[in-house]
Nanobody
């Protein structure tokens, strides 16, 4: 079993940047596809992006393309979500999740979840 812990959230002004980290323990993240999701107040949890097993392919929701990027650090057993040019609509709790096998875009298809980290973008 793998445990995930997110960090790096906080308050940032519109146009600013944050880098979220998803640190794993228990197993190596190289065995898992990683997905990032977010949930804003009153809204359903939505897919933000994913990275496949060998980091060769990433997917992003249209609203973050060109602004967000996902990467892995196998030595630190950590996956990152770099978020640039943030806007108010990016305000949410951000979660990382993992699953074996291939990339999926829906939350219910991920097996392990972190506790989430709050990102707040001020206008």
């Amino acid at each position: 079993q793998v445990q995930l812990v997110e960090s790096g959230g906080g308050l940032v002004q519109a146009g600013g940047s944050l880098r979220l980290a998803c640190a794993a323990s228990g197993r190596t993240l190289s065995l898992y596809v990683i997905g990032w999701f977010r949930q804003a107040p009153g809204k359903e949890r939505e897919f933000v992006g994913s990275i496949n097993l060998d980091s060769s392919v990433t997917h992003y929701v249209d609203s973050v393309k060109g602004r967000f990027s996902i990467s892995r650090d196998s030595v630190k057993n950590t996956v990152y979500l770099q978020m640039n040019n943030l806007n108010h609509e990016d305000t949410a709790i951000y979660y990382c999740a993992c699953r074996p096998g291939v990339v999926r875009l829906t939350a219910r298809e991920y097996d392990y979840w972190g506790q989430g980290t709050q990102v707040t973008v001020s206008s």
